[in-house]
């Protein structure tokens, strides 16, 4: 957890505060919001975010090897075979769990891959809303993009 960050939040969060973001989310998307939003975004340390990225190159080696199709087809069922389909995803998300090791370190653990865009316009939106209605520091950023991630990757608004 990335120590003063989470200490100017806390000190800044209120149910008030938290009503008008949720508000917000109401007003620009009227009925849409069908699920909780958390009352906080997490904090995570340096060292962490390295871990995650580390991580998540990994993963993008494996995809984007050029054997990767060929290693994979049978995985996909007969029935559920899209026509005319790219190389390679267009959007990647990387979903993970947050462990301890054996030491006591944070470490990502990966529970799921997906390759589909709409996570990705709701999380820029998403960070943006809490920078407007909670104090989150401008050395802090939602994007962990490393320089490979950089190279590719052109958020909108951000």
Not at 4 to 26: G, L, M, P
Not at 64 to 72: E, I, Q
Request: hydrophobic share 40%; with cysteine; proline share 6%.
């Amino acid at each position: 957890m990335h120590q003063a960050a989470r200490k100017t939040y806390n000190e800044a969060f209120n149910d008030d505060s938290y009503q008008k973001f949720r508000a917000s989310i109401e007003a620009d998307f009227p009925g849409e919001l069908d699920f909780r939003v958390a009352e906080s975004p997490v904090f995570v340390p340096l060292v962490l975010k390295n871990k995650l990225i580390e991580a998540c190159e990994s993963f993008i080696d494996v995809i984007v090897a050029d054997d990767f199709k060929a290693k994979t087809e049978r995985a996909i069922p007969a029935a559920q075979r899209v026509p005319n389909e790219n190389d390679h995803t267009s959007f990647l998300a990387i979903d993970f769990a947050i462990c301890k090791d054996k030491n006591g370190e944070l470490e990502p653990q990966l529970i799921e891959l997906q390759g589909f865009p709409s996570l990705m316009a709701y999380q820029a939106y998403l960070s943006e809303l809490f920078r407007f209605h909670f104090p989150i520091p401008d050395s802090l950023t939602t994007l962990l993009a490393s320089k490979r991630m950089r190279n590719t990757w052109r958020p909108c608004g951000i």
